[in-house]
């Protein structure tokens, strides 16, 4: 057989490739995974140390069996390699009491969370600020403020999920290509997918485009229009009095205003003297090569005078570093895992909008299941194209 021949290949090894990739190579089927970087990298939507994940999602019911699963899977990875992907520190949700905020196209993100936790059975709590300054010093909920607290959220360490995975599926038999950007993508007379990259041609039976921000070098013009490109700011800021620490401060979800990016939310301390925080924009960039991965001084100055300011105790106003991640947004904030249109042969899987990474182990599994024709064991039909979505 030519080396050059697979039965799947998966096209860019972030969050969710690489989590396919591992999945599909269980299969016994040559499995091909390609990466124009080194994954894990810096360059797209899966680094910066940590990824918030919580089983209440209000971005909708459909998404919740996903990272059940997903939680499920991480703690298999410890058990199969002993490495904690997953940390259980429990998780904050803020609302400050005023007008209803959206997040990721949720109206009323708050009571949606709430809502589902009931619906779900997920342990949680609902209380106020006065409980809130009891349990946890770091925070300065407005008086009218509602908290709801999760005990099963945590964190994921998004590099070491992905390098994991990747050692896993190579583990398998999984071939990997780093350094392999592919140029373009076409359909084989007969069936499957021709594979071009500036490291030479392949072929395979079927792909799966899991190329995060770069997903629209691939796709028509009615499709290309239904992702976005956001570029986000992640900042990490001292800290002072042993506050923001792992295992005592939980990691928290802030809604402060009525507009999408009144918004922040942070991690406990991994080093010991720094938190990272971050809000989010959804200021539409040309394309992730052109995107500006410098952070300004500007920026941080607006970071700490607009979305932090009288909101946290035990910091100082500084910022120690700051990093710039992708979002690629959908209309809905909803992911997109459907065929290519008129080239069903490839599978499109994007876990977008921001909030992917907690999903992408559980939904890794089940587009592996989707790719090999195989039962998934939850339905993906809430994510096929919805291309009259408005923006």
Known sequence: ??????????????????????????????????????????????????????????EGMDFIPIVMRSHEIWREIKVLTGREVMTTSGGLLFDSGGKSWSKHGSEGFFKRTVHFAEQAG????????SELKRRF??????????????????FLRPELAISTQLELAEQNGAIIKTHTKVLGIAPIPGGGVWIKTNQGEFEAGKAVLSAGAWVKDFLPPMEKSHFKICRQILHWLPVKNQAF????????????GPAAEDFIYGFPSLDGVSVKMASESFVERHHPDTLSREVTQEEQVAFLEEKIAGRFNHLEKRVLQSKVCIYTVTPDSY?????????????????????????????????????????????????????????
């Not at 010093?137 to 945590?154: I, T």
Request: aromatic share 10%; net charge negative; with cysteine.
């Open 137 to 154: 010093s770091e925070f300065n909920l407005e008086e009218n403020g509602m908290v709801y607290y999760e005990p099963s959220a945590g």
């Open 1 to 58: 057989m030519n080396r050059n021949i697979f039965d799947i290949a998966v096209i860019g090894l972030g969050a969710l490739g690489a989590s396919a990739l591992w999945q599909l190579s269980k299969s016994g089927k040559r499995i091909l995974g390609i990466d124009q970087f080194a994954p894990p990298h810096t360059m797209g939507s899966s680094h910066g140390e940590t990824r918030i994940t919580r089983l209440a999602v209000g």
């Open 245 to 256: 620490t792992l295992g005592k401060t939980p990691v928290y979800m802030w809604g402060f």
């Open 335 to 391: 992911f997109v895992v459907d065929e290519l249109p008129d080239f069903p042969e490839v599978l499109v899987a994007s876990a977008c909008s921001g909030h992917g990474f907690k999903h992408s182990a559980g939904l890794g599994e089940a587009i592996a299941a989707k790719t090999l024709d195989q039962a998934t064991q939850f339905d993906l039909s809430p994510f096929a194209w919805k291309l009259n979505a408005p923006h």
């Open 122 to 129: 997920i342990p949680h709590e609902v209380f106020d600020a």
